[in-house]
Each structure stands twice: as C-alpha cells, then as structure tokens.
C-alpha cells in the first residue's frame, strides 16, 4: 500500500509499505525515527492508497504507533509473512502503525465516482452515499 502522512510546513510525506488487515484495522511497520511516525505522532492521521489507478481504494485513517512488544501476536505472525519482522530487530528500531479507516473509497473508473465512498465516520454505508 501507498501511506500517506503529513505535518505543518513539510507538505506530505508517501511511502511504500507491506501491510495486514485484520477486518477493520489496516497494520503496517517502519523504523520508529521515520518522518513517517514523527509526522502520525505530531497529526495522527494517514491517507492509504490501494490498488492501481484502474482499481483503487482510498482510505482515511486514525493512526497511531504500536511498540513492537505491545502489538497482537496473531497480527506480528501474518506482518512477518509479507514483510520484514519487526520483533527481530532490537527494541525501539521498529513501530508497528494502527490506521483505524474513518472513511473509505472505491472505484475503478469515472463511471463509478458517484457512490465511491463506501465508509464515512467509521461506519460502512450503502452504495448510494457519495
């Protein structure tokens, strides 16, 4: 996925990131000194893309870092399946990120702008709700 963050006076940050879902929170990991982390610490908040420009779902989250120690163990098993394990590294280099999706998008075309937003406030929504 595509990870958005963002602070007052740096303009936006992107970055690249293996993540899991585990059906209503989206995890990812990064070295806990990244403009990342130092950005969702000061503004947490984060914009993810998914998919291609053919195929895309946009998601804005509440973020927050995780410590390694503190992160759910079936969660750190599935990360450490697509991505470099965190809890192999000492305490402190690496931070698990929570991104809580408050709004969702969907679409894959112009045609299907109009019902795009399938979650608002946290709460999933009908087709019909742009």
């Not at 303009?11 to 929170?25: C, R």
């Not at 950005?39 to 804005?60: E, F, Q, S, Y």
């Not at 509440?62 to 098993?77: F, K, Q, R």
Request: cysteine-free.
């Amino acid at each position: 996925m595509w990870l958005a963050t963002g602070s007052d006076g740096r303009g936006a940050h992107l970055i690249p990131v293996a993540y899991v879902w585990d059906g209503s929170v989206l995890y990812t990991a990064t070295f806990a000194s990244s403009r990342t982390v130092t950005n969702i610490k000061a503004h947490p908040r984060a914009r993810v893309a998914l998919g291609d420009t053919t195929d895309v779902v946009m998601i804005d989250a509440g973020a927050s870092p995780v410590g390694v120690p503190d992160i759910g163990v079936e969660i750190a098993e599935r990360y450490a399946k697509v991505s470099t394990d965190p809890r192999n590294y000492p305490e402190g280099r690496f931070v698990y990120l929570r991104l809580q999706p408050w709004r969702i998008q969907v679409w894959n075309g112009f045609h299907e702008f109009v019902g795009r937003t399938v979650m608002l406030d946290g709460r999933w929504l009908d087709s019909s709700v742009d």
